[in-house]
């Protein structure tokens, strides 16, 4: 969603400011903005195009200040346009940046207008500003502190928000609810922001807000108040957040470098992991898993899709029944509940809005029973439930997401091992035989990572296309979904995953040759049934896209283009048959020109529901 960056200091600090933004661009790349305090008197540079082109902006203009706000935005209300992008100000005197949507806005911009506020944006953070503003003008409030405590109580929505103003020059206001929040801090200097990785190299100490915290940042000082106007202290931790986690090196892409990290982000992801115990979830994990009986797996994105895999694991290998729900439609429908199962969350950022509400909707329902598979440690999911697999993708940058959603079913085939063994149903001989496989599941995927070429050549004819079809069975359905998805969200070609077995009830209307159909051919129980597929596409003069495991027997045929996978690799197939469908979706993208690591109109982490 939004970054944020904030710091009081001796020193200048627009550079700081900037860097934080370049690293804070995935989280939303619509517009950006900076904000400063100057000879008592409020500067601003805003762009809607990336923040390198607001750094020229910056440099031109020689802004200087120790105090400052910067942000970077995904456009919820109001379009991406100058006067929409942050930092807002109010009458010149106020200024702040905003994640998050407020959505009460238009009844408190109703109540603002007819105080005689003008409103300059089509945003509602205008609305936090003016109502900021309105308490300190009016005397309710005797300085920002307090009138942001007091305006907060009004917001009902998600926000984290920081903001200053000229008559308390080295005073910063930060507050969090919903939308992540955290304070850095420093040697006579102190800050704000999204996440760590903002501030790596400034700082590693780091204090995580929680939901409600209003902050006051001086040079010197951090005061903290919780949603129940108590001072608190929130631990500081060190955070060793990696700068060079976002350096490109030989790489033209994130996601291309994303793709080629996998091997080293599954096997960081078992690192530690010398036998299945359950203990790898939590030290509460053996007493739930003993007790729970149904799995209902949460999430959106990729990361449902890593669950619907999961799914067939967990049914057919612990023989544990499993439903798997898309976040925003659980949290709006009536279901069943079931205080014996085990709620997994699955989220790379962990912020996912829509994850994090079916979170605490399932939780009210009387599901207690709560796990996150997650890639950020210090993220809202992972403190808001009982049991944690933590993935170790690192930091991902690319929008589309690729490692983590790899590390994800690598944690997920690990959780299925445990209620397995926890039931009976998996021997000694099985346990090794698969933490096996997994070990060397970085081998298998550095054969596949070395079919790229043959790959680039099939992105050519994808890349002159409108359409294309994918087709899986069984397991590989969602890495069909997966593979659909990429395609879509960095190529920008209409791309529709089916079960293969689904053709003929509908899509096989759509084949022509001047729509690829890619095929994902594992040599498991299905490849004959497959096989029919394939035949039932060709003689429709459908053009075919093969990804065959070596042992499958599907040759090259006129119209059927095959790149040979390694031999079958059992129940972790999905893993492996997932690479080559990014680096499909990710040439292809090269090969259209789009902006591979910031598709329009998406976003990293999508903190608002
Ligand atoms: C956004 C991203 C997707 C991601 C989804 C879920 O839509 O663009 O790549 O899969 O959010 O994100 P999460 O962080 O919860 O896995």
Same mark, same amino acid.
């Given at each position: ?128 500003? $003016? ?225 994090? &509400? ?40 690319? &929008? ?155 040759? $090259?045929?006129?119209? &059927? ?49």
């Amino acid at each position: 969603m939004c970054g944020i960056v904030g710091a009081v200091a001796k020193r200048n600090v627009v550079s700081i400011l900037m860097e934080g933004l370049r690293r804070l661009e995935y989280r939303g790349y619509d517009s950006c903005g900076i904000a400063v305090l100057k000879d008592g008197a409020l500067h601003r540079a805003r762009s809607v195009s990336r923040v390198i082109d607001l750094a020229t902006q910056v440099e031109a203009t020689a802004i200087s200040s120790d105090m400052g706000i910067a942000h970077t935005r995904w456009a919820t209300h109001g379009e991406p346009v100058v006067v929409n992008a942050h930092p807002i100000f109010s009458c010149d005197e106020l200024t702040i940046v905003h994640n998050g949507i407020i959505e009460n806005h238009e009844s408190l911009r109703e109540e603002l207008s007819s105080q005689g506020y003008e409103f300059f944006s089509q945003t509602d953070t205008e609305v936090i500003a $003016h109502l900021i503003h309105a308490l300190l003008q009016s005397g309710v409030a005797e300085d920002l502190f307090k009138a942001v405590r007091l305006a907060t109580k009004r917001l009902d929505g998600a926000y984290a928000i920081a903001v200053f103003r000229k008559q308390e020059p080295h005073l910063m206001v930060g507050a969090r609810a919903g939308s992540p929040l955290i304070v850095g801090f420093g040697d006579g200097e102190n800050f704000l922001a999204s996440d760590a990785l903002a501030l790596a190299g400034t700082t590693d100490k780091f204090a995580y807000l929680e939901e409600g915290d209003v902050v006051a940042l001086t040079r010197d000082s951090v005061t903290i108040i919780n949603r129940k106007d108590i001072s608190v202290e929130r631990q500081v931790r060190r955070v060793h957040a990696y700068s060079g986690a976002i350096d490109l090196g030989q790489y033209r892409h994130y996601m291309q470098k994303e793709i080629i990290e996998q091997p080293h982000a599954i096997a960081d992801t078992m690192e530690g992991v010398s036998g299945i115990v359950p203990e790898l979830f939590g030290y509460e994990a053996e007493h739930i898993f003993k007790h729970i009986n149904s799995i209902l797996i949460l999430a959106c994105g990729t990361s449902y899709y890593a669950g619907l895999t999961a799914k067939h694991w967990l049914e057919s290998l612990a023989k544990i029944p499993t439903s798997v729900e898309v976040a925003s439609e659980y949290r709006y429908r009536q279901s069943v509940p079931n205080p014996r199962s085990l709620v997994v969350t699955i989220s790379q950022s962990g912020e996912t809005a829509d994850t994090i &509400v079916a979170l605490q909707y399932a939780k009210a329902l009387g599901q207690k029973h709560t796990l996150a598979i997650c890639n950020v440690s210090t993220s809202a999911m992972v403190g808001q439930t009982t049991l944690h697999y933590l993935t170790r993708a690192g930091v991902e940058i690319g &929008v589309a997401s690729t490692k983590a959603f790899t590390t994800q079913l690598t944690a997920l085939f690990l959780l299925t091992l445990t209620l397995a063994k926890l039931r009976n149903r998996l021997s000694t001989a099985e346990e090794d035989a698969y933490l096996k496989q997994l070990r060397h599941l970085p081998m298998a995927l550095y054969s596949v990572l070395a079919l790229e070429p043959q790959i680039i050549a099939w992105s050519d004819d994808f890349a002159k296309c409108e359409h294309a079809l994918f087709l899986g069975r069984g397991l590989h359905y969602p890495i069909a979904l997966e593979g659909a998805l990429k395609l879509k969200e960095v190529s920008y070609i209409h791309a529709e995953a089916y079960p293969a077995g689904e053709l003929k009830h509908g899509p096989l209307a759509l084949v022509t040759d001047k729509m690829p159909v890619v095929t994902i051919a594992p040599n498991d129980a299905l490849v004959e049934k497959l096989k029919s597929n394939i035949q039932e596409v060709r003689t429709r003069g459908g053009r075919l896209y093969v990804f065959a495991d070596a042992d499958s027997n599907i040759q $090259h045929d006129d119209g &059927v283009h095959v790149i040979r996978m390694p031999e079958h690799y059992g129940q972790l197939s999905p893993i492996l048959h997932t690479v080559p469908l990014q680096l499909l979706a990710y040439h292809t993208a090269c090969a259209r020109g789009t902006d591979v690591d910031k598709p329009r109109n998406l976003a990293k982490s999508v903190t608002v529901e």
